[in-house]
């Protein structure tokens, strides 16, 4: 009966192109990637630094396990909680120019348990939301329980009015990505926290795409437009550009008291392994030094979307090293990322539920190691679908 059940499901989800499957990648999947013995180029990874293949990285994480072992053992209020744990939350909170930070095991993680702890308890809250956040912002602002108030991509005067209807709500809580995963576009976050402000809402940024990638030493994008200190709850992953895993969370020290008290992401699981933490903090070390790297990802992600452009493809609004480019139904994607993939280049495509429905697309993400070959390879390729 069980099977049944399940055959049901799977059949539907076939029937409608949605099924997916997983592909076994046999290398680091940098921007070479090897998949059933070819190596293809790969615009898929969020190692936007290059830095899943550093020595410097990789050596810190293997001397941390010579010194303690793997596992950390058990959750943080336990006994997992390692002198390497805090010197990475202090050194992250440093980075971020914030007091304190608290690291949870993903970036998932981290969003799902400070939505739904903070609005714990708070009947008269609310959430408000930029419709293309994440998944992992959506999933906090649904276990919260809370009314959701959803506002048009980017739409600062439809966030605005929300705000003015939601003065009933005591507590309000305004979520947004800085560089947004799908679109590769950027949050008007002067606005954005200036709206915050003005009415009262506590204003929480996801920084996962842009930490490392903007800002001075990689701070991220609040640093770009100078509102760090006006981002109550600053989200960021260890996972893209850190090219280590796991996720964290800046702001006051109450915020990182309460998250260590209410959080349950954060503590019913195992705290990240020591090995994740010294990746992480030779990583950051790195990161800050990354200018010249941070400028040639920045100058090709410019080219490849003028290129694009040129070619007639729809990249929406990107600003970003993340250019998506529509190709509406899920077969047309299914079938030029298959094309692609015949032609030594690896993008898979995105359909929904990750993006709406007739959105689907090619997203491209760059890495500072892509160089224009690698650009023209594929626009040459991309040529016969314009
Ligand atoms: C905006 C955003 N937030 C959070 C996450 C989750 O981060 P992690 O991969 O560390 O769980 C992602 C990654 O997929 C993301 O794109």
Same mark, same amino acid.
């Given at each position: 009966?069980?099977s049944?059940?399940?055959?049901?499901? *799977?059949?539907?989800m076939?029937d409608i192109?949605l099924f997916?499957t *997983?592909?076994?990648?046999?290398?680091?999947?940098s921007?070479?990637?090897?998949?059933n013995?070819e190596?293809?180029?790969n615009?898929s &990874?969020n190692?936007y630094?290059?830095?899943?293949?550093?020595?410097?990285? =990789?050596?810190?994480a293997?001397?941390?396990?010579?010194k303690?072992g793997f596992t950390?053992?058990?959750?943080?209020?336990?006994?997992?909680?390692? %002198?390497?744990?805090?010197?990475?939350?202090?050194?992250? %909170?440093?980075?971020k120019?914030?007091?304190?930070?608290?690291v949870?095991p993903?970036?998932?993680?981290? !969003?799902?348990?400070?939505i739904?702890?903070l609005?714990s308890?708070?009947?008269e809250s609310?959430?408000?939301m930029?419709?293309?956040?994440? %998944?992992?912002?959506?999933?906090?602002?649904?276990f919260?329980?809370?009314?959701?108030?959803v506002? !048009?991509h980017?739409?600062?005067?439809?966030?605005?009015?929300i705000l003015?209807?939601? &003065?009933k709500?005591?507590v309000?809580?305004?979520?947004?990505?800085?560089?947004?995963?799908?679109?590769?576009?950027?949050?008007?976050?002067?606005?954005?926290?200036?709206?915050?402000?003005?009415y009262?809402?506590?204003?929480?940024?996801?920084?996962a795409?842009s930490?490392?990638?903007?800002?001075?030493?990689?701070?991220?994008?609040?640093d770009?437009?100078?509102?760090?200190?006006?981002?109550?709850?600053?989200i960021?992953?260890?996972?893209k550009?850190?090219a280590?895993?796991g996720?964290?969370?800046?702001?006051s020290?109450?915020?990182?008291?309460?998250?260590?008290?209410?959080?349950?992401?954060?503590i019913?699981?195992?705290a990240?392994?020591?090995? =994740?933490?010294?990746?992480?903090?030779?990583?950051m070390?790195?990161?800050?030094?990354c200018?010249?790297k941070?400028?040639h990802?920045?100058?090709?992600?410019?080219?490849?979307?003028?290129?694009l452009?040129t070619?007639?493809?729809?990249?929406?609004n990107?600003?970003?090293?993340?250019i998506?480019?529509?190709?509406?139904?899920?077969?047309?994607?299914?079938?030029?990322s298959?094309y692609?993939?015949r032609?030594?280049i690896y993008?898979p495509? =995105?359909?929904p539920?990750t993006v709406?429905?007739?959105?689907?697309r090619?997203?491209l993400?760059?890495?500072?190691k892509?160089?224009?070959d690698?650009?023209?390879? *594929?626009?040459?390729?991309l040529k016969?679908?314009?």
């Open positions: 009966m069980f049944n059940f399940l055959s049901k499901k *799977l059949s539907k076939k192109n997916r *997983l592909r076994q990648v046999q290398s680091t999947p921007t070479k990637i090897e998949i013995g190596s293809l180029i615009f &990874s190692d630094l290059n830095l899943a293949e550093n020595k410097e990285i =990789i050596n810190a293997i001397e941390i396990i010579e303690y950390a053992t058990s959750s943080r209020l336990i006994s997992g909680n390692l %002198a390497i744990h805090e010197e990475l939350e202090t050194k992250l %909170a440093n980075f120019d914030k007091q304190s930070a608290i949870f993903s970036g998932y993680q981290a !969003n799902i348990g400070v739904s702890a609005l308890n708070e009947k609310c959430i408000i930029d419709k293309l956040n994440h %998944a992992s912002l959506w999933d906090g602002a649904r919260s329980g809370k009314r959701i108030f506002y !048009n980017c739409d600062m005067n439809f966030f605005e009015k003015k209807r939601s &003065s709500y005591k309000k809580l305004a979520i947004t990505e800085s560089v947004f995963s799908m679109d590769g576009d950027l949050t008007p976050l002067k606005d954005f926290t200036y709206l915050c402000q003005k009262g809402a506590i204003s929480m940024v996801d920084e795409h930490t490392g990638v903007f800002g001075r030493e990689g701070k991220g994008l609040a770009v437009f100078g509102v760090s200190d006006k981002i109550d709850v600053s960021g992953t260890l996972s550009a850190f280590a895993q996720g964290f969370v800046c702001g020290h109450k915020l990182t008291r309460f998250l260590i008290n209410k959080s349950r992401s954060f019913y699981t195992t990240i392994s020591p090995a =994740i933490c010294a990746a992480a903090l030779k990583s070390e790195i990161i800050k030094k200018n010249n941070r400028q990802l920045h100058d090709i992600s410019k080219i490849l979307k003028d290129k452009m070619l007639g493809f729809n990249t929406l990107t600003r970003s090293q993340i998506p480019i529509i190709t509406g139904t899920t077969e047309n994607t299914e079938k030029i298959s692609l993939f032609h030594g993008i495509a =995105i359909k539920p709406p429905k007739g959105q689907s090619i997203r993400s760059l890495s500072s892509h160089v224009n690698d650009i023209e390879k *594929l626009c040459n390729s016969r679908f314009t």
